[in-house]
């Protein structure tokens, strides 16, 4: 199957720059892959496509202030650097730009001098190993001072406050991008949810160097995709083998989520069990979806991985057709951007 399938055309007026103020606000497509329906909502009604007894699976990871600017100690020049992951104890796979001007011994220098890295070993498309040194007691708090937003590059406008680019219940460290779905949630919309028998439930996948690598390959099959963190806990798998048990749907909230519950599946087909590892599962049209029943998702980029795998949900046709609906009603894309929900027999409830 070629990527170019899966490209639209997107006015660059669309693509959200900021977050709304209230983070419930968005609107919401409903797509219903069984009806073969699109409808259009608001994301505070999400309540009344839920029934008590389904469990929305949300990923609780914590976004790094990531992105760091500094110098060259030699020359002056000016290197930005984004960490990815820590490969042992202050010593970090990053990407670097310029990369030409950063060789393995190249010492660099952040904050006047509160943080300083040195070129361990040089990768390819950008990728640096550096070892860090600080003045502080941990790497983490230096982080918090000198660190910014690891923002993705179509967003130009400056965030003022970091915490929008982090959901309400982030809780642990080691992302470089945002489950941008769970944005949308706020405290009062999931006790409104739980006060209608609607499960909530917690994994955790640490975003990584994919969302920033493009589909390069012309066909889907050749390309890979990098490996993520995730952790599910025993309590979140009993809760979800109990709802299936039940008769509800597990909802997942936003594509990692939907990742970290499929690769569970696919390595436990008879039952969700507590686990934990890397992943690089690849979902695209085709995949046979054993751990979901629906999912909330944001407006995907063009040929990215992520409109493949909901156009595997949903099927690519409906897909397409709702993605050029949400152009011509003007949704906002991306990470700030509006909400789609994705799920068979989507009727509201009351």
């Not at 990053?94 to 952040?110: H, M």
């Not at 979901?292 to 897909?319: R, W, Y």
């Amino acid at each position: 199957m070629k990527v170019s399938e899966f490209d639209f055309n997107l006015p660059e007026h669309l693509i959200a720059q900021t977050p709304l103020e209230d983070r419930t606000k968005s609107r919401m497509m409903i797509v219903d892959p069984k009806a073969n329906d699109i409808q259009h909502s608001s994301f505070e009604q999400v309540i009344q496509y839920l029934n008590p007894g389904d469990c929305l699976v949300l990923n609780d990871t914590r976004v790094l202030p990531a992105r760091l600017y500094g110098v060259k100690v030699e020359t002056g020049a000016k290197i930005e650097v984004l960490l990815l992951k820590e490969e042992k104890q202050n010593r970090w796979k990053t990407l670097v730009k310029p990369a030409k001007r950063v060789k393995e011994g190249t010492i660099i220098t952040f904050g006047d001098g509160k943080l300083k890295a040195e070129c361990a070993s040089e990768g390819s498309q950008g990728e640096r190993e550096l070892v860090f040194t600080f003045e502080g007691p941990s790497f983490y708090e230096v982080l918090e001072q000198l660190g910014e937003m690891p923002l993705p590059p179509y967003i130009r406008e400056k965030l003022d406050d970091r915490e929008r680019y982090q959901t309400v219940f982030s809780k642990h460290t080691g992302s470089v991008a945002a489950p941008t779905a769970g944005l949308h949630f706020t405290d009062e919309v999931l006790k409104k949810i739980q006060d209608k028998g609607v499960h909530v439930a917690f994994i955790t996948l640490h975003v990584g160097l994919g969302t920033f690598r493009p589909v390069t390959a012309d066909t889907i099959e050749e390309h890979q995709m990098h490996g993520e963190y995730y952790q599910i806990s025993k309590g979140t798998a009993n809760l979800l083998n109990q709802v299936r048990e039940e008769g509800g749907r597990v909802i997942a909230v936003g594509t990692t989520s939907a990742r970290t519950l499929e690769s569970v599946a696919q390595q436990h087909p008879e039952e969700f069990e507590e686990s934990s590892g890397w992943t690089d599962i690849f979902i695209f049209p085709g995949y046979t979806f054993k751990g979901i029943d629906g999912l909330i998702t944001n407006f995907h980029l063009p040929q990215s991985t992520l409109i493949m795998l909901v156009s595997a949900l949903a099927g690519k046709e409906l897909i397409l057709n709702a993605y050029e609906e949400a152009v011509r009603s003007e949704y906002r894309f991306f990470s700030f951007g509006d909400a789609m929900l994705i799920l068979e027999g989507s009727t509201r409830q009351q």
